[in-house]
Every structure is written in C-alpha cells, then in structure tokens.
C-alpha cells in the first residue's frame, strides 16, 4: 500500500524555522515529481514548491522564494521543505505529493497520484 507521511509541522514564532519530511512507504520515488502544497483556512490549496527526483530540478513558488528549499535524499526515500525566514503567512496545513512529472505543471493538483495527510504550521507573529 502506498503511503506518503509527512512530518516535521509544528508551531514557531514568526522568522524562525521548521524542516518538513515527506516520507514514501509501499512506493518509492524514483523518477517522480514530488510536490509542496499548503492550504491555510478559508484559502484553496496552492502549491509551494517541487522537485524532479534525480534529476535536480526544482521550482519555488514566488510567494516563498528565499525563504524555502526543496530537497531530496534517495536513500531514505524522502523529500524535505526546508523553511525558513517563516511568516504568519505561511501557517497552513502542509501536504505532500507525488506523481509522473509528465501528468501537468508542478502546481497542477490532478498532476500527482499519491498525497499524504498533512501536517500542520502555525506561524505566531
């Protein structure tokens, strides 16, 4: 059964940091794009950013450009958002995502197959 486990989530103050694993179980990545999506209450979900696995290409949305990076490691079969500089802005529910990177553009929800449940960011001015 696939699974796609997010962690990392939690509650900081405004400019502090928090690093989200999205961890694959039953699946692995290999060459999938593998995407960020937040949805803040009362708000549609957007995408944040995504990463081609292996083949090091990466987008970032403009809204959190500077401020967060997205990475990879195939050993553990995990990709990670990397967030820093965080803004009361950016507290959202937080999900991962991962599918063929010929399915849509990278912000595309019905571009990805598999999505995990979530993981909360609260950011506290």
């Known amino acids: 059964q696939v699974q796609l486990v997010e962690s990392g989530g939690g509650s900081v103050q405004a400019g502090g940091s928090l690093r989200l694993s999205c961890a694959a179980s039953?699946?692995?990545?290999?060459?999938?794009?593998v995407g960020w999506f937040r949805q803040a209450p009362g708000k549609e979900r957007e995408g944040v950013a995504a990463?081609?696995?292996?083949?090091?290409?990466?987008s970032i949305a403009d809204s959190v450009k500077g401020r967060f990076t997205i990475s990879e490691d195939n050993a553990k079969n995990t990709v990670y958002l990397q967030m820093d500089s965080l803004k009361a802005e950016d507290t959202a529910m937080y999900y991962c995502?991962?599918?063929?990177?010929?399915?849509?553009?990278?912000?595309?929800?019905?571009?990805?197959?598999?999505w995990g449940r979530g993981t909360q960011v609260t950011v506290s001015s």
């Open positions: 039953g699946y692995t990545f290999s060459s999938d794009r």
């Open positions: 995502a991962s599918g063929s990177p010929y399915g849509g553009g990278w912000r595309e929800e019905y571009a990805y197959s598999y």
């Open positions: 990463i081609l696995i292996g083949g090091e290409v990466t």
